[in-house]
């Protein structure tokens, strides 16, 4: 690409021998080729440079920042959580933000104050404990400042919903649930 933009400067002034077979030629090739490189290497460092389109060094460089890697695994949301994380702040304490931030990471969950400094976390699209547990509470108990008290809330069946559908054992046995699906069938939240 360099190559043919040197031949094209150099050619006008009539003084080097452009050939293939020229010395010049040859020079002009290799200062090409290296040209190429530092371009390529001045595209990569670019993008890495800029949260929005990192894809490799600069996606682990401003994860290696952070406390705890991302619960995120594409690119999209690892770039998400990443952005989510540098948001925090001094402001970052209210209900909204804090939501913000947890979903920003690629965790699927809400926070809800209790009073007297509690916050309660839920999993509303999933019911029971959430796969990789261990790995979301610490993520989430980094970002929470540590003087709140934090429960994490896991959503089952209940009886009363159990009554709302008017479901009997004989509606329960009809279905080929385990005692653990079935705990696990909550209706879909409003």
Not at 82 to 88: E, N
Not at 90 to 107: F, K, V, Y
């Amino acid at each position: 690409m360099y190559e043919a933009y040197l031949r094209g400067l150099l050619a006008p002034l009539g003084v080097y021998d452009l050939s293939d077979s020229a010395v010049n030629a040859a020079e002009l090739h290799a200062l090409g080729r290296l040209m190429d490189a530092v371009s390529a290497k001045l595209d990569e460092a670019e993008r890495e440079s800029h949260l929005t389109t990192a894809e490799d060094e600069g996606l682990r460089r401003r994860e290696s920042l952070l406390a705890r890697k991302p619960a995120a695994s594409t690119l999209q949301e690892r770039r998400a959580a990443i952005a989510a994380l540098f948001q925090i702040a001094g402001d970052s304490l209210t209900p909204e933000a804090i939501n913000r931030t947890i979903r920003g990471c690629g965790i699927r969950a809400r926070a809800t104050e209790k009073g007297d400094g509690e916050i309660r976390i839920t999993f509303p699209d999933k019911p029971g404990v959430p796969d990789e547990f261990d790995k979301i509470q610490k993520i989430i108990l980094d970002i929470l400042p540590c003087h709140l008290a934090v429960e994490f809330y896991f959503r089952y069946l209940t009886w009363r919903e159990c009554e709302a559908e008017r479901c009997t054992w004989q509606t329960v046995q009809a279905y080929p649930h385990t005692w653990q699906t079935f705990q696990l069938s909550v209706p879909p939240e409003d």
